[in-house]
């Protein structure tokens, strides 16, 4: 079962009402206090605040985003009163508990969803055409975004070992284009880099990759052509590869691909920023496997709050020996696998731990999803 | 015996001039050559250096520091004479050496101090406040801070697994704040997420955290709000839990915690930037344990020279097996704990080998210590 | 047999005919698509798309090579015909044709060339003179460098495990300078930091170092002396440490060290970026062994394609079992030694995963080279 599949055994994803009923049966809501009415009139305080926070030299704040900063506020700390640091407070508050509310926020367009293949003979076939497309990353903000059957990430590829697959890539870009098949060790025909293994793929015309699929694990898809505009604007998708005999440690309840990305739309896991961002749940005792990938240019060190991440495979390759963690760091180009009993209900913050990829002084946004476990 | 608890059998630490003794007895300070006398009046010419120096797109300089660049020199290096060449070096190393012959140089303030457990029927109770202050991270420069009981790092909270602890957080800040325990599996009430967990804790007020330990190992807790900010501001400290039966290579001598930090305090250990970082000792023989945290938003790859590290924990889990390096990438939000068999008498630098993070023309700063192996 | 001793059984590097020579023979010319002659005239659009692409707070960009953005054509790609779209992938499609066809291209000077000792009396004695000079990166891009002996990287010094060495640095620069040799565990006289274990080398003057090399691996010698600034602009090389008694898994076809650097030079491999790197060669079923060696200020995810790496040393030493990937994640500081078994015939694309690291508008470039394997 995974979340690729959207097996019956999974609820969909919880609208904000069903959501906020799982967190009062969790207990949870009893424990948000109210904010002060008064905070609804704040957005001209937090213009002010995003301004002052716009210099940051070393955190790789993205536009549109505050940076973390040394408080600029007209008044020190010093001579504020207790009642001026509570309203500040509250102001401050308002926006973070708007976000927290919002989560999981509707947006338009899903990325990462399983493309069923067309059998030809024995053959899975994949069609993926490339497009210039607008893209909601969170509600509101929409950016250009180059696509793989209009989603982003494209959707996700699931094979297994040994299967015979066809992927017919249609360009529709301004563009030249290729793909190459990130993990998989194919004849050097389909590695998809032009010039060296093939052509470009010219607008509006295809080219087709057929190959056996040679090794198991959570690989990618992606353009090799003019990659550092082409993948930052979206043209990337999960490649899983199912192995023959999968080992015991990979019988799971839930298979979850989260694919790491920053650059022009911002920090995102699997195409969307918080609170579009999408969580993960689990019942009790359940077993989680989470395939990382990072589609990005920087690392993202991925923390988990409340239980452990058992790390099984990089790169599609099984670890010598499982070992145990709370915070992974991904580089590009990388994919971790790890295996999370759910042992610990509740609802649990999961985010990249460099911290301006995940929270400003209005709340979090970016990296930042949940791992949800019910009793 | 670790640093954080200053037991009897460590000596404080060394100031200049018993540090200088030190150096003698080990026959270090015979090698250090004299400086001209004219490198004294090098100032101006100093500060035209660190001017031509400001640029820097991509090594994260901090403010107020030089950054690599090709030398701007007004004369190039193939017309200067030797005597000119000399001079200039001369002016250059004076810098270096007063930098070095500072260290351990004091600052007011001292950060990651244990804190005694007050015992109320059984449960271990600490009591931490948030507070603005002043900090001096290096002689002379002083930034806004926020802080936990006055210390930056906050204290250093040390208990066993299955300990009853109650930690109560009072809020003296101008905005609301929670903390998180980083690494802890606890229950989710506990978790220091406000909107998800619990309430944002406003100025003013107070907040209580009580759980059992369920986890050993090396371990964090800081804010958890608007916490891009607060943490990078200071609110940040180790947690340490004994495990009830330590493997055989947790018995060291020494047992040190250091908190790697960067943003807007510049590249800290433990809250300050050499030359006011704090030397690691050790005797002939005996075992170190380095206990790394990351706290800030940069990876930080340690190189210790001389002798090479044994990595055992992960994020407080044991790896499966041990493994040797001289040069450890710690990335933020991870922990990794390595012994040192201090088997190479000398001082040691000990430093992060991004080599901004630690040097500049002017010499050493940020993230520079030394680990002194006395014979 | 190793890149670094230029056996008589490796071919030296293929010059641009004989590289098309060799892909004509694997079957891969016949896939390269011609280019459309119109696409000669394309200087000036390419000089426009190149300065739309200059602003980049996250990638860490180097000055004068295009960063990753949003397309800001004229026309939009919505409004743009299939001719123009054509006609636009055709110019860009040129610029990076040109750029694999020139691969490897020839530059001034070749760095990281094995150094052979001069023996006196069991001792084996190596000379490294530190000087300024220009240093071509890629073809008719010449920048500012300090090297020994004339290269950069400095020349490879390749010695066993017990053997007593001499190293003689002659300062020829405009300031002082110092070695560090990083990984090898020495007397502390011998760790090269000035002030600290040696006066600094003035300009004119000489330092020897000597000492019985203490452990096998795979190491590096630098300047530690304004260091930011020196092994930015060259001062470093490989030290290679063969074991008295090597492992099974060394027992390779191929040795090839890496050195990967970043900051005022560009993205480069070996002191080159692409298309003058160097590609590594092997004949099917050959193994390879490639120690990476980062001497930046970055990490660099290296990514092969088309076969995996078998991960054996961390920083000279074996870890505790071997592990696969396909990328390796390279910190500054850190060495990292891989086995690769090429048998997967072909010309393989090798870069950094940050792809603004390895390629822009106009093609590939910096951090990227190739595996070629011979049938």
Redesign the interface.
């Known amino acids: 079962m995974s979340n690729d599949t959207k097996p019956a055994g999974l609820p969909t994803l919880p609208n904000a009402a069903s959501r906020r009923d799982f967190l009062r049966k969790?207990?949870?809501t009893a424990?948000?206090?109210p904010v002060a009415a008064s905070a609804l009139g704040a957005c001209s305080d937090a213009k002010a605040e995003a301004q002052a926070n716009t210099a940051d030299?070393?955190?790789?704040?993205?536009?549109g985003h505050g940076?973390?900063?040394?408080?600029a506020?007209p008044k020190s700390?010093?001579t504020?009163t207790?009642a001026?640091?509570?309203a500040?407070?509250?102001r401050?508050?308002a926006h973070?508990?708007k976000g927290?509310?919002a989560f999981p926020a509707k947006t338009e367009g899903l990325g990462n969803q399983l493309l069923a293949p067309r059998m030809e003979k024995g053959v899975k076939c994949f069609d993926l055409k490339a497009t210039?497309r607008r893209w909601e990353t969170e509600p509101g903000k929409t950016?250009?975004a180059w696509v793989y059957n209009d989603q982003l990430p494209g959707p996700m590829i699931r094979v297994k070992e040994g299967d015979r697959v066809r992927i017919t890539l249609t360009n529709d870009?301004?563009?030249?284009t290729a793909i190459?098949f990130?993990?998989l060790?194919?004849?050097?025909?389909m590695?998809g880099?032009?010039?060296?293994?093939?052509?470009?793929v010219?607008?509006?015309d295809s080219f087709t990759y057929e190959f056996t699929v040679p090794?198991a694990g959570s690989h990618m898809y992606h353009s090799?052509?003019?990659?550092?505009?082409q993948?930052?604007?979206g043209l990337l998708g999960a490649f899983i590869v199912e192995p023959k005999t999968p080992r015991a440690i990979e019988r799971v309840d839930v298979d979850y691909t989260m694919i790491l990305n920053?650059?022009?739309h911002g920090y995102t896991l699997n195409g969307k920023g918080f609170p579009a961002t999408e969580p993960i749940k689990a019942k009790l005792g359940q077993k989680v496997r989470i395939r990382f990938m990072n589609e990005g240019?920087?690392?993202h060190?991925m923390?988990l709050?409340?239980?452990?991440m058992t790390v099984i495979d990089?790169?599609?390759?099984a670890?010598?020996?499982?070992?145990?963690?709370?915070?992974l760091?991904i580089?590009?180009?990388?994919?971790w696998d790890v295996v999370v009993t759910a042992n610990?209900?509740?609802?649990?913050?999961f985010h990249c731990?460099?911290?301006?990829h995940?929270?400003?002084?209005h709340g979090m946004f970016g990296m930042v999803t949940?791992l949800i476990v019910e009793k």
């Open positions: 969790a207990g949870l424990l948000v206090a030299a070393t955190g790789g704040t993205m536009p940076a973390p900063a040394a408080p506020a700390a010093a504020m207790l001026e640091k509570r500040n407070a509250d401050m508050d973070h508990e927290i509310k210039v950016v250009e870009l301004p563009e030249s190459h990130h993990g060790e194919l004849p050097v025909e590695d880099v032009p010039f060296i293994t093939q052509p470009p010219k607008p509006g090794n090799h052509h003019n990659a550092a505009k993948v930052a604007l920053d650059g022009v240019m920087m690392i060190p923390h709050h409340g239980m452990h990089k790169d599609g390759w670890q010598p020996a499982p070992w145990k963690c709370d915070t760091n580089a590009p180009g990388e994919r610990n209900p509740g609802v649990w913050a731990h460099i911290l301006p995940a929270e400003t002084e949940a």
